[in-house]
T-cell receptor, first 110, second 115 residues
């Protein structure tokens, strides 16, 4: 079945870049997503990339997709303390096939 | 436009008690979902619905029932609560499947403690 894997924890200093990595198994995934969860809140969509793209940039966020290796990454430039949260990678291709990773907790040190 | 709302925000139950969690969305979305989030387990899909009057099982449906009598509401019921159902429950909705319409919008969550 589908599986999405992420590392559990990442710590960076304020102002540095953060890179959160994700691997997935379903090669038929049409879209790949990054969601952000702040403490005590639900998940919120950050960005997504269509599976035929290699890269997508949205302000401080850069998503890189290596479809051959089924590897997705999220780079946050100039990381701020407000970026501290849990980041979920997800793959989708149909309503019942959206699979979420376990989440990576990003800690930003002032 | 409130998005996705969940009621209650927090609840404590005794083993064997029943309760219903309410999810409401005002975005006219067709699809609605119930997830549970547990430490180290990520999000797991309990049940979902692709439209009014329809429901389907997700990854971990045992011990839960759902109903979608109105398009805007999706109810999650626990008939006989067990300590293993202690979790944070999230409701989500999406416009459709495929493409950016697949983007799920999440509620703020309901924290449930079963003693």
């Amino acid at each position: 079945g589908e599986d999405v894997e992420q590392s559990l924890f990442l710590s960076v200093r304020e102002g540095d870049s953060s890179v959160i990595n994700c691997t997935y198994t379903d090669s038929s995934s049409t879209y790949l997503y990054w969601y952000k969860q702040e403490p005590g809140a639900g998940l919120q969509l950050l960005t997504y990339i269509f599976s035929n793209m290699d890269m997508k940039q949205d302000q401080r966020l850069t998503v890189l997709l290596n479809k051959k290796d089924k590897h997705l990454s999220l780079r946050i430039a100039d990381t701020q303390t407000g970026d501290s949260a849990i980041y979920f990678c997800a793959e989708g291709g149909g309503y019942q096939k959206v699979t979420f990773g376990i989440g990576t907790k990003l800690q930003v040190i002032p | 436009n409130a998005g996705v709302t969940q009621t209650p925000k927090f609840r404590v139950l005794k083993t064997g008690q029943s309760m219903t969690l309410l999810c409401a969305q005002d975005m006219n979305h067709e699809y609605m979902y119930w997830y549970r989030q547990d430490p180290g387990m990520g999000l797991r899909l309990i049940h979902y619905s692709v439209g009014e009057g329809t429901t389907a099982k997700g990854e971990v449906p045992d011990g839960y029932n759902v109903s979608r009598l109105k398009k805007q509401n999706f109810l999650l019921g626990l008939e006989s609560a067990a300590p293993s159902q202690t979790s944070v429950y999230f409701c989500a909705s999406s416009q459709a499947s495929g493409g950016d319409q697949e983007t799920q919008y999440f509620g703020p969550g309901t924290r449930l403690l079963v003693l």
